[in-house]
C-alpha cells in the first residue's frame, strides 16, 4: 500500500485537485491519500492556511468575520463547483468555518492552531465528497477518529508513538480510498494541535509508518529534489536517490521541499519515500531511501547554503587545562534558547555552506577539492567542519560569499 500526500500547490484549484485524483485512481495501491489546504493558485494568491490566521485574529479581536469567511469559503467553492457539486452539498463547508469562533478552546494558542487545522480538514471533506460524486468508493478519516496523538506545543506538535498503536486497529477495506488531512492531531484533551508549517508532510510520514506502507509518495509542484537552490543555480539536476540522512543534512541548511521532521517516522518505519510532481507524475521525482544497499553515483549529492549565522568568537589562554569551560558556554546558550551549529570556533554575518554526499566516504580528496576551488574564486573559508558521518562538509563563509560559493561547489562536481 503507498500513502500519497499532495501539498498545497498541487490543490489550489478544481484543475489540480482532478490531477491528484487521477494520480490516486491511476494505481489501486495508491490507498490513502493525505491533503494539504489550498495553496497559492498563482504568485500573488493567498494560502488557505494564512487565510485561516486572518480569521483567527479577527475572531479574537471579536471583528467582523464575514468577509474573510466568505474568502475562505470561496476557495472550497470554487473546486466543488469544478466538478459539479451542489451549493446544498457544500453548505456544511461554510457551517463549519462559521462555528469556529463558538467552539470553547482552553487558550488563544490552541485556538489558532484549530483555525489554522480547518484548511485540511475541510479539504479532506471537500475531497471526499468530490470522489463520491464521482462513485469513487471513499471515506474520510480524521486524526481524531483514527487517535493520532501529539503532545508539545499547540502549533508545533510533536506526535505521540500512542499514535501508531491506534493506526494499527484500523482497517481499510481492498476497494476503497482514504481522504486523510494533514498538519494537525488531537492532544491527549482532546483539543486540535497542528505541527509547524508545511507539516501535513510529517502526518503523510505517520500513517506511512502507522499502516506499514510500502512507499511514502509526496506530491509537489516540482520534478523532485535539486541538487542545488534554482536560485542560485540555472537548472540544476534533479536528485534521483539519496538516503535519509543525505535528505536530512541538506533539508536542515536550506532544503526546503520536504519537512525535515517528516523524516523521523519514515526511518522509524524504513519506509521509501517518493517525492514526485502532481504536473508531471511521470517523471520519476526523487527517491530518498535508507543507508542499507545505496549505492551513490556521484561524489556530492547537493550542495545548499544557509544565511545569517552568527559566530561567537572567544579567546582564552589555557583553555584546554580547564574543565568544563565549554560546558558553562552552552549552559549560558541553553539558558537563553540560542541553539548551535559549530562548536570550536568578534561577531560577524555568516554563512554556512553544507555539501553533502553518501560518496564522499569513500573519496578522501572531496574536501580539499572544495577548499582548493573556493580558494581559486578567492574565497578563504571561515570555518570548516566535517560531520563524523563522513557525508558532509560544513563550511562557513562570509554571508556575501555564500550564492558564489555555492555556484564554484555546484560547477566542480555536478558540470
Ligand atoms: N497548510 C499548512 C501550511 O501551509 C500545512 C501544509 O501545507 O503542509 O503550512
Redesign the pocket.
Known amino acids: 500500500m503507498k500513502i500519497v500526500k499532495f501539498?498545497?500547490s498541487s490543490l489550489a484549484t478544481g484543475e489540480s485537485v482532478a490531477q491528484a485524483i487521477q494520480i490516486i485512481l491511476s494505481d489501486p495501491q495508491r490507498q490513502v491519500m493525505v491533503v494539504?489546504?489550498p495553496?497559492k493558485r498563482n504568485t500573488t494568491d493567498i494560502?488557505?492556511?494564512?487565510l485561516l490566521i486572518k480569521y483567527a485574529d479577527l475572531a479574537l479581536k471579536h471583528k467582523n468575520c464575514v468577509e474573510i469567511v466568505n474568502k475562505i469559503f470561496s476557495r472550497y467553492q470554487e473546486i466543488g463547483h469544478y466538478f459539479g457539486l451542489a451549493d446544498t452539498e457544500l453548505s456544511i463547508i461554510k457551517q463549519i468555518l462559521l462555528e469556529l469562533p463558538n467552539q470553547g478552546y482552553p487558550n488563544e494558542k490552541y485556538l489558532l492552531a484549530a483555525f489554522?487545522a480547518h484548511?485540511?480538514r475541510l479539504n479532506a471533506r471537500l475531497i471526499t465528497l468530490v470522489l463520491r460524486h464521482q462513485g469513487i468508493n471513499s471515506r474520510f478519516l480524521d486524526p481524531a477518529e483514527a487517535g493520532l496523538i501529539v503532545t508539545g506545543e499547540p502549533n508545533d506538535a510533536i506526535v505521540n508513538p500512542e499514535s501508531y498503536l491506534n493506526l494499527d486497529q484500523i482497517k481499510i477495506k481492498a476497494d476503497e480510498r482514504i481522504v486523510f488531512p494533514?498538519?494537525f492531531c488531537m492532544t491527549p484533551s482532546g483539543n486540535i494541535a497542528?505541527?509547524?508549517?508545511?507539516?501535513?508532510?510529517i502526518t503523510g510520514a505517520i500513517l506511512a509508518r502507522g499502516f506499514h506502507a510500502d512507499l511514502y509518495e509526496n506530491f509537489t509542484d516540482v520534478n523532485g529534489i535539486f541538487a542545488a537552490n534554482p536560485h542560485i543555480i540555472e537548472h540544476p539536476q534533479s536528485i534521483k536517490k539519496m538516503t535519509y540522512r543525505e535528505m536530512r543534512e541538506l533539508s536542515y541548511a536550506g532544503f526546503s521541499v520536504f519537512?525535515d521532521e517528516a523524516l523521523i517516522p519514515a526511518i522509524q518505519g524504513q519506509i521509501p519515500i517518493n517525492v514526485k510532481n502532481t504536473h508531471d507524475p511521470s517523471n520519476p521525482g526523487t527517491m530518498i531511501v535508507p543507508e542499507k544497499d545505496f549505492v551513490p553515483d556521484n561524489a556530492i549529492t547537493g550542495v545548499t547554503s544557509q544565511k545569517h549565522f552568527s559566530a561567537l568568537y572567544l579567546h582564552k589562554y589555557l583553555l584546554n587545562k580547564e574543565a568544563g569551560f565549554t560546558l558553562r558556554i552552552l549552559q549560558i546558550l541553553y539558558q537563553h534558547n540560542i541553539p548551535y551549529e559549530h562548536m570550536p570556533s568578534g561577531i560577524e554575518d555568516y554563512a554556512i555552506i553544507m555539501v553533502v554526499g553518501e560518496g564522499m566516504r569513500q573519496k578522501h580528496t572531496i574536501s580539499r577539492q572544495i577548499i582548493d576551488s573556493l580558494g581559486d574564486h578567492d574565497i578563504s573559508p571561515q570555518m570548516i567542519n566535517q560531520g563524523a558521518s563522513q557525508i558532509s562538509i560544513m563550511i562557513g563563509t562570509k554571508k556575501e560569499k555564500a550564492d558564489e560559493a555555492v555556484k564554484i561547489i555546484y560547477q566542480k562536481f555536478f558540470n
Open positions: 501539498g498545497g494539504s489546504a495553496g494560502k488557505v492556511t494564512d489554522k484548511g485540511e494533514g498538519f497542528t505541527f509547524s508549517r508545511g507539516g501535513s508532510d519537512h
